[in-house]
């Protein structure tokens, strides 16, 4: 396991690392205006779709059931059901796409009632939706052979696609930019390409581990019913924090000019470290509890999560403090220049602060659903989830006015956290998880080294106040908040050197 979270998180670092230089080209350009509130908006509905069809609710389904498939069938039992489903997500994701390309306008006037009193930023937003529609088919599709290839082990093809992503979107600003009406139109073809060189990717990945598709007739067998039986409820179990980003968009748009373009530059902030670390580790534990399970080894699959949960707290644990207590200053180090100013980073700093305050139980969500997804249960998360959401939208009405930008940011953090404590809850309930001893010892003593990491950056901050932070400014900051977290952490026994030095002998050997 990892071994594979390792992979994933060095190629989801590039990515996030690409994507922070592509981030950083639409704030120069296009800063927090009406053409970056309508980029957003039409990016967030593809991406939903994303989350929800590909990474999140197929990927839960199927995931384990390819890999029980492979472990008790074999690799042609595999490749069948995989051919199989591939016909089935073909045939329904065609069918999505032309409907969303038809009746588009209306899809906007839900996702961004806001803009429906603007009608040039409205249409514009229609305009470049409907460009950016197409990509969910390859992507999703993408997610399909992405699960193949996990559940077979090979983790890198499918964490490297996402690069191509930004890779596209980037070269299309430098390249195509100046040939079209405004950045908007360049960015949002790059994307539809980089779907394409993203599914190509991966199928070519999948012929080279030895496995040869054919396309089959489109036909329900009983495994692709149970497949889709499970899917359903996992669109939203393993998808509410995207429909909460989804609520929060809604929200946005019928702020303040801008907030929308403001809490898209927090919430990208907040997602690195998010999807570097917890959906790596979420996406190396499904398979190996998975397999655990279906060998009967419960004791084996409760210490993979007891590990993994330790894992994702030590590192989410210093990245929200880092975050949420340097907010201004990462945002004047990355995005101020051009169209972004120190104004703007002010408004997205006070949206980041409340994002980071909730990437624990975030990433800690990417631990615990694998414990139901793996036994099949995709009820479960759905319930808490329709609560999550719930919760959500209420607290976001609550807080839009008094806190404006703030409030949808805050609303989630908090639902999540919700979200993250139902689903422990259950699991210890049913027996499938309790903090085993030594994640008991170590949890307190990573709270404590992060409260004494928060104190540094405070008061290195006050020590350094500046109206902008300048990049050495906050390279301090980083080294100071960094000492002050593993060095007692280290010291309390909070984290095992020993872990790390094991884990890179294995990697040498190998």
């Not at 036909?219 to 149970?226: K, Y």
């Not at 036994?375 to 976001?396: F, M, S």
Request: aromatic share 10%.
């Amino acid at each position: 396991m990892i071994k594979g979270a390792f992979t994933v998180g060095l190629w989801t670092m590039a990515s996030r690392v690409l994507g922070f230089v592509r981030d950083i080209m639409i704030a120069y350009v296009l800063g927090t205006g009406p053409v970056a509130d309508a980029f957003f908006v039409a990016l967030r509905l593809p991406n939903l779709f994303r989350r929800l069809f590909g990474e999140g609710a197929f990927n839960a389904a199927f995931v384990p059931a390819i890999s029980t498939v492979m472990h008790k069938e074999g690799l042609e039992a595999a490749t069948g059901f995989a051919e199989e489903a591939t016909a089935v997500m073909a045939f329904w994701l065609g069918g999505i796409t032309i409907l969303g390309e038809i009746f588009m306008p209306w899809v906007l006037y839900v996702l961004a009632p806001g803009f429906a009193g603007n009608g040039g930023k409205f249409a514009l937003a229609v305009a470049l939706t409907r460009i950016m529609f197409p990509y969910l088919f390859f992507v999703c599709l993408t997610a399909l052979f992405s699960g193949v290839l996990n559940a077979m082990s090979r983790f890198a093809a499918a964490a490297a696609a996402p690069v191509l992503f930004n890779v596209f979107a980037i070269a299309a600003m430098l390249g195509l930019a100046p040939y079209t009406r405004n950045p908007g139109y360049a960015l949002a073809w790059g994307i539809t390409v980089s779907g394409v060189a993203q599914l190509a990717l991966v199928v070519w990945a999948i012929r080279r581990a030895g496995m040869r598709f054919t396309w089959p007739r489109l036909r329900l067998s009983p495994r692709i019913r149970q497949l889709f039986r499970r899917m359903a409820p996992a669109l939203v179990g393993a998808g509410v924090t995207q429909l909460n980003v989804s609520i929060d968009i809604i929200i946005g748009t019928l702020l303040p000019a801008g907030s929308v373009s403001v809490l898209y530059y927090a919430d990208r902030v907040n997602q690195l470290p998010l999807g570097v670390i917890g959906t790596a580790a979420g996406t190396a534990l499904l398979p190996l509890v998975t397999r655990h399970i279906a060998r009967g080894e419960a004791g084996e699959a409760l210490t993979a999560m007891n590990r993994a949960l330790e894992s994702v707290l030590m590192l989410t644990l210093a990245a929200a403090v880092g975050l949420a207590v340097a907010a201004k200053p990462v945002m004047d180090v990355l995005f101020v220049r051009g169209a972004f100013t120190e104004h703007n980073a002010v408004l997205a700093g006070h949206s980041l602060t409340a994002f980071a305050l909730g990437l624990p139980v975030f990433a800690l969500i990417k631990v615990f659903t694998p414990g139901f997804y793996a036994r099949g249960d995709t009820v479960t998360p759905l319930k808490i989830g329709v609560a999550a959401v719930v919760l959500n939208l209420c607290l976001n009405l609550l807080f839009m006015h008094p806190l404006k930008a703030v409030g949808p940011a805050l609303a989630t953090t908090l639902s999540s956290a919700f979200n993250a404590t139902l689903l422990v809850f259950f699991l210890r309930k049913r027996g499938h998880f309790a903090l085993d001893e030594l994640a008991r010892r170590r949890v307190p003593r990573m709270l404590l080294a992060g409260a004494m990491m928060a104190a540094a950056i405070w008061g290195g901050e006050q020590l350094f106040h500046t109206p902008k932070t300048s990049l050495p400014q906050f390279l301090l900051f980083v080294l100071v908040g960094g000492v002050a977290y593993f060095g007692p952490g280290i010291l309390l026994g909070a984290f095992d050197l020993g872990d790390v030095r094991r884990l890179l002998r294995r990697r040498r050997r190998a």
